[in-house]
C-alpha cells in the first residue's frame, strides 16, 4: 500500500482518534520522553507522529519540535495543537528534512520490521551521535489487555498476517538486530508502560473504531457491525466503578547513530 492510502484508515476519524485513543498512549510518551531525558533547545522529531500528542508533550519539557505523518487529517489536529512545531505530511520513507537536523528521532508504534527505510532516513536526519527510540508491541495476546485489541483481528485472514508481520520487533533480539543493521548501536530492549483506558463500552468502541487497523476489519464486517460488537465485548469487562482498563506489553529500543 502506497504511503498517500494511510489517510483512508488512519484519518477518517481523526478527531476522534486524538481525543479518545491517543490519550491512552499519553505513559508511553512520558516513560520514553524521560529516558531519552528530552529538554530545554533539543531539536526532535517525531516519526509517524499521529495528531501529534507525543509532540505536544516533548515541547512541553522544552524541545524544539518536528513531526510527519502520511495522514492529512491527522496532521491538521497535531499542527492545531503544535503551531510552534515544523509539522508536515509525508512519507516516513523519505523525510523532508537535510541531513543531521535533529538530536533525536522517535516513533510510537510508528515504525515496524517491514520499513527499514524508515529507519535509514531517520538516521540520516540525526547529527553523529543521535539517538533514535522506537516502541514495538510485546507479546499483545498474552497480555492483560489483549481483548482490547482482539476486534482488529475481524480483518481478512490476510491483513491479520500483516498485521502480525509488523509486530516482529518486540521479539527478543530482533528490533536490535534490525537496528543494528541500520547503523545504530543499540543499548537494550526496555518495557514501556501502556495502557489502554476508555470511559464506558461505547467510547472504546468509537476510540478503537478510529484506528488504522480497525478500519481493516471495518472493511469486512461494516462499521455499525464493529462498533456493535466491540461494545458488547467491552461490557462483558466493566467493573463497578471503574474505568474500562487494559494493560499491553510494549517495548522500546533507543539506538545512538554510529
Ligand atoms: C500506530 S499509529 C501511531 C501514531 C502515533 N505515533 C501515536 O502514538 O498515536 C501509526 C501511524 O503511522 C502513520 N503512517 C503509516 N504509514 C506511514 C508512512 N509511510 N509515513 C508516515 N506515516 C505513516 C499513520 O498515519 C499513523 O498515524
Redesign the pocket.
Known sequence: MS?EM?DEG?GRRAVEFATLS?PS?CREYVAVHHRLRVGAGQRLLDV???SGL?IELAAIRGAICAG????PR?IAVAKDRNPESDIQV????ALPWDDETFDVVT????IWGTTPNAVKEARRVLVPGGRLAITVWGNVGRSPGAWMMSPFRWATDEKVQHQADMVSLGRPGVGEAFLAGCGFDVAERFEVPFVFEFADPETFARGLAST?PAYEAIQSIGEEQFVERATDLATAHLRDGLALRGQVQLFGYIGTKR
Open positions: 504511503w494511510v488512519w491517543e498512549n509517524a507522529c499521529g507525543a510527519i505523518d502520511a495522514s491527522l509525508g512519507d516516513m520513507e516513533s510510537f508504534r510508528g488504522g
